[in-house]
């Protein structure tokens, strides 16, 4: 047996055992405390930031409730006020009733709604939004994000910066801006929009002009 055959017998053996004697070494003096701890009963949801806030702005919209009968809750007297604070929501504007926001409006603060939102053109709502009820919003507006009890209307060109989720139906129009839209119903989307994630227990459709149209005008 040459001596070149044993050592090419040799490398090869040590290259065969190099990975059983560093698992060797790992049993003896494991590098780690333990195995990875996994939570078996973590369940993964979509809407986790809608459900996280929900869980958060729910004793607000209490609050708001029991406060209607004794402080002034109109859009008129809040919207004038200074806003509210909240340890979790940061400021926030708490408004009963129905409320229509006039076009070219800006709103830096969280804007909660017991009712409907109808929110006119190019507005921004820097804080965000949510309602009890409908919320239709105009066109050519910037949203950081929506969470509604009902249904949700986008208007054309209308931007929203995080999230958009809807306990009901939620109809984005024309060249809108979305980065995530979730719903408990359907969503409906006209093409040449933008959206990053989309997720409805009823299912996305894509809809053209007419059918739009047709949609909003009997919502």
Same mark, same amino acid.
């Given at each position: 047996?040459?001596?070149?055959?044993?050592?090419?017998?040799?490398?090869?053996?040590?290259?065969?055992?190099?990975?059983?004697?560093?698992?060797?070494?790992?049993?003896?003096?494991?590098?780690?405390?333990?195995?990875?701890?996994?939570?078996?009963?973590?369940?993964?949801?979509?809407?986790?930031?809608?459900?996280?806030?929900?869980?958060?702005?729910?004793?607000?919209?209490?609050?708001?409730?029991?406060?209607?009968?004794?402080?002034?809750?109109?859009?008129?007297?809040?919207?004038?006020?200074?806003?509210?604070?909240?340890?979790?929501?940061?400021? &926030?504007?708490?408004?009963?009733? /129905? =409320?229509?926001?006039?076009? @070219? *409006?800006?709103? !830096?603060?969280? +804007?909660?709604?017991? %009712?409907?939102?109808?929110?006119?053109?190019?507005?921004?709502?820097?804080?965000?939004?949510?309602?009890?009820?409908?919320?239709?919003?105009?066109?050519?507006?910037?949203?950081? &994000?929506?969470?509604?009890?009902? /249904? =949700?209307?986008?208007?054309? @060109? *209308?931007?929203? !910066?995080?999230? +958009?989720?809807?306990? %009901?139906?939620?109809?984005?129009?024309?060249?809108?801006?979305?980065?995530?839209?979730?719903?408990?119903?359907?969503?409906?989307?006209?093409?040449?929009?933008?959206?990053?994630?989309?997720?409805?227990?009823?299912?996305?459709?894509?809809?053209?002009?007419?059918?739009?149209?047709?949609?909003?005008?009997?919502?």
């Amino acid at each position: 047996m040459s001596l070149g055959y044993i050592i090419l017998f040799v490398l090869y053996a040590a290259l065969a055992l190099f990975p059983f004697i560093l698992g060797f070494l790992e049993y003896k003096k494991p590098a780690d405390p333990g195995p990875l701890y996994i939570n078996l009963d973590t369940i993964v949801s979509d809407r986790k930031e809608a459900l996280t806030f929900r869980e958060i702005i729910e004793p607000a919209v209490e609050i708001g409730l029991l406060a209607k009968d004794v402080e002034d809750l109109s859009s008129e007297t809040v919207l004038r006020q200074k806003p509210k604070f909240h340890p979790e929501l940061g400021y &926030f504007r708490l408004i009963y009733g /129905d =409320v229509e926001i006039p076009s @070219n *409006t800006v709103i !830096e603060d969280l +804007l909660i709604v017991i %009712g409907n939102l109808r929110i006119g053109d190019m507005c921004k709502m820097l804080g965000g939004v949510y309602a009890t009820g409908n919320v239709r919003v105009g066109s050519d507006c910037t949203i950081n &994000f929506i969470a509604s009890d009902s /249904d =949700v209307f986008l208007g054309r @060109n *209308t931007s929203v !910066e995080r999230w +958009l989720d809807a306990k %009901g139906i939620i109809v984005i129009s024309k060249n809108c801006r979305v980065r995530k839209a979730t719903s408990e119903h359907q969503i409906e989307v006209i093409e040449c929009c933008e959206m990053r994630e989309a997720c409805a227990n009823m299912g996305l459709e894509v809809l053209d002009s007419s059918e739009l149209v047709q949609g909003g005008s009997e919502g």
